[in-house]
């Protein structure tokens, strides 16, 4: 089992930065490849962004490409998300979960554990 816990999210005005973070407790960190995931009211759970388990690979949704970057600690077991040049558009519940597989998953259902959720609120 491997429990994750979001923080970071906040209120902020469009252009601003937050830097979120995920932290792992349960199994090794290393087992898994980790993803943030964000939901807005009304609409489906997407992806944002991927790291495999090194570090090494990452993926990004075109709508944050440029703007966020993950990135993850495994002697801490944590995993990173820094969102810069923030927009009203980003306003969402920020996920993050972890996968058992190799490389950086895009789907949600490719992962096998999720936090509870931090808001991220971006007003203009």
């Known amino acids: 089992q491997v429990q994750l816990v979001e923080s970071g999210g906040g209120l902020v005005q469009a252009g601003d930065s937050l830097r979120l973070s995920c932290a792992a407790s349960?199994?090794?960190?290393?087992?898994?490849?980790m993803g943030w995931f964000r939901q807005a009211p009304g609409k489906e759970r997407d992806f944002v962004s991927a790291i495999n388990w090194s570090g090494t690979m990452t993926d990004y949704a075109d709508s944050v490409k440029g703007r966020f970057t993950i990135s993850r600690d495994n002697a801490k077991g944590t995993v990173y998300l820094q969102m810069n040049s923030l927009k009203p558009e980003d306003t969402a519940v920020y996920y993050c979960?972890?996968?058992?597989?190799?490389?950086?998953?895009?789907?949600?259902?490719?992962?096998?554990?999720w936090g509870q959720g931090t808001q991220v609120t971006v007003s203009s």
């Open positions: 349960g199994r090794t960190l290393t087992s898994y490849a």
């Open positions: 979960a972890a996968s058992r597989g190799i490389t950086p998953q895009i789907k949600t259902y490719n992962y096998d554990y």
